[in-house]
């Protein structure tokens, strides 16, 4: 009888990097469900609006032949997915704000018409919508994720793994997620796996970065992935600053306890909340 995937436990860079920063920021965006909904909480903040709008633009084009991909102007595309985050949608309480974003997002996409490197070549698409496999039946794992871009390398017949990055800081040189993403390709496709690069939008720089085996990133991924389950089993998800919280967690603290306003559905069902700024009020000096 065939494993149920749907009773898997489902792993990916992003929850695997939920769980190393906080335990407890992991179950309220991966487990916790809204009571009013039964659907999983995501907090909408305008550098992931700025992030989803410049990766929807790029990946509208990954489907097209490469004659064809800057036919239309990129900054074209981006005016019609940036009304999908305008306003309160993408965490945007001011125009100001909203404006500096956009101009930002426009930049980024500027630089890579200017210069669209591997974006002109020839391009590898998995056959998938969201890319996944047993990572483990005997552990039950699946392991999922979505590659921002395959470049397709004619002279090795292998493929070039590129992940855009939209932020200010550069990725922990000990990040799994290139690793997984390699764990991914090779397993959802045919072509073997030449390298694997970050693209950094904002300088439009490309850093190739160096792969462990495919055997020793399955062996780190299973090592993250079996304390998940125990955490599961135990249903223990605390936070390593106790009951305080922490940056990655505290935001999702409050929406559970109701300062959140919820805006709507995110692609896969999740209830997408805003939470406006924290205020502090400045207690008047006692005459002594």
């Known amino acids: 009888m065939e494993q ?11 929850k695997i990097q939920d769980y190393l920063k906080c335990p407890r920021a992991y179950y309220l965006k991966h487990i916790y469900r809204n009571p009013d909904t039964g659907n999983k ?11 989803q709008a410049v990766h929807e633009v790029l990946e509208s084009i990954a489907d097209l032949p490469k004659e064809e ?42 630089a890579v018409m200017d210069k669209p490197g591997p974006l002109k070549r020839l391009a590898v698409k998995i056959n998938m919508e969201l890319p996944h496999y047993w990572l483990s039946k005997e552990d039950n794992f699946i392991l999922s994720g979505k590659i921002d ?13 590129i992940d855009f990055k939209t932020g200010q800081v ?18 959802c496709q045919t072509w073997p796996v030449e390298k694997a690069s970050y693209w950094y939008l904002r ?24 304390k998940i389950k125990l955490s599961g089993q135990l249903n223990k998800f605390p936070c390593p600053e106790g009951e305080k919280g922490c940056r990655y967690c505290r935001s999702l603290e409050r929406i559970v306890d109701g300062e959140g306003e919820l805006i709507g559905q995110g692609k896969y069902g999740s209830d997408i909340f805003v939470l406006p700024k924290e205020t502090t009020t400045k207690k008047k000096a006692t005459l002594l």
């Open 4 to 14: 149920d995937k749907y009773e898997a436990l489902w792993l990916s860079h992003t």
């Open 41 to 51: 909480i995501q907090l909408m903040q305008p550098p992931l609006a700025l992030g």
């Open 170 to 187: 550069r990725n922990d040189e000990n990040s799994l997620q290139l690793p997984i993403y390699r764990l991914l390709v090779e397993n």
């Open 149 to 161: 871009w395959l470049e397709y390398l004619p002279e090795t017949d292998s493929v070039h793994i």
């Open 69 to 110: 991909r800057f036919k239309t102007s990129l900054l074209a595309k981006l005016k019609n997915v940036w009304e999908n985050v305008s306003g309160k949608k993408g965490g945007f309480f001011s125009d100001e704000v909203e404006n500096q974003y956009r101009r930002e997002a426009e930049e980024m996409l500027e």
């Open 203 to 226: 300088h439009n720089k490309m850093e190739e970065k160096k792969l462990p085996s495919s055997e020793e990133a399955k062996k780190k991924v299973m090592k993250i992935g079996k």
